[in-house]
């Protein structure tokens, strides 16, 4: 198996609704989220899955989470805005469309910040 891994980042605002502590309050992260694809076999170039169209599918999904206040988001209305969360939300946009080019998404991880993270994966991806 052959194993992408793309990283893209961007800023928002949350709060956490059932949380006692500081992160009750609204503040603001610079989120970094990492997506790993995988892949059986490689195309005549030698590629599992173009970096580059690997990358612009993530930024597709986090430009409508970008310099938004995630609890306004119809889906962080029903799911807390946390990284866990943050992270099946992408997990769940990215995984039929990297289906159809043929890849297995493995693994999404997000970091609010840079010794904090969450990740969402499928028990057999
Ligand atoms: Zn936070």
Redesign the pocket.
Known sequence: MYELKVVSFFSAA?S?REYQGK?EAM?G?NWKVEVAVRRQDLDKAGLALDFKELKYMLNSVIDNLDHKDLGQIDFFKKHNPSSENIAYFIYNELKMPLENKGCALKKVTVW?QRDYCASYYEKDS
């Open positions: 949350h956490l992160c503040h992260h609010e």
